[in-house]
């Protein structure tokens, strides 16, 4: 079972989020009509994975929309949409779509389902997913989003600036973008595994300055 259940601070212990990933998604044309549509078999929050950076990103979301939405301050039309939301820098709810959430071309997506029912379980939350979604589920793991991220769009979306793009900048493709396959020179084996580290590095200082960004809105 792919998708995998967390129970987050400072909230009511049965209040916990279900999260999936899936990679090579075929339908998220026919997925985002649907969640525009309002059709509520389709309230989950559904955010493009090249947006993210780590496991602790969309949890750090879910755990801002939950607490506005047991404080009585959503500002979307449900809890879900208000996931995508609280990933935004910016306190426009049709931006934050755009920047983070499912469009029609993406390929790597993140799903977050809250518990606000007891019927919403690991179990028929996967159940479900494997309906409506054509793709291929994989663990929730960094491992995985570090492979999805790019991180010249994350610093876009974030108003960060710095370079980089699909050809340039650094980790923009994620970690196995334009490697040859074959063996490797001892050499080079080194000279990747200092590129990995300078990625991992860049994420993690990436990271502190994208959620110090989501927790300042709130104070705005």
């Known amino acids: 079972m792919s998708v995998q259940t967390f129970a987050l601070p400072h ?22 009509q649907a969640l525009l549509a309002g059709r509520p078999e389709y309230e989950y929050a559904l955010i493009d994975g090249k947006g993210i950076l780590s496991v602790r990103h969309v949890l750090a979301a879910a755990h801002r929309a939950l607490h506005d ?16 939301y609280a990933l935004s820098p910016t306190k426009n709810i049709t931006e934050a779509f755009r920047r983070f959430g499912i469009q029609d071309d993406t390929r790597c997506l993140v799903v977050l389902k ?9 179990e028929s939350v996967q159940e479900h997913l494997d309906t409506i979604i054509v793709g291929t589920a ?32 650094r980790g923009s493709r994620g970690r196995g973008g334009g490697r040859r396959a074959g063996p490797a020179h001892p050499r080079t084996m080194t000279a990747t ?28």
């Open 11 to 32: 909230l009511p212990p049965h209040l916990v989020v279900h999260v999936a990933l899936y990679r090579d998604v075929e339908n998220a044309s026919t997925l985002r």
């Open 69 to 84: 939405h047991l404080q009585g301050r959503r500002r979307a039309t449900n809890v879900h949409a208000e996931m995508v």
């Open 114 to 122: 809250a518990a606000l029912e007891p019927s919403t379980t690991r």
């Open 138 to 169: 994989v663990d929730v793991s960094d491992q995985h989003l570090a492979g999805w991220t790019d991180l010249a769009r994350v610093r876009q979306c974030y108003g960060l600036g710095g370079n980089g793009g699909p050809e340039t900048g």
């Open 193 to 220: 595994m200092d590129v990995d580290r300078d990625d991992a590095r860049e994420r993690q200082e990436l990271q502190l300055v994208v959620l110090g960004l989501m927790a300042l809105r709130e104070a705005s």
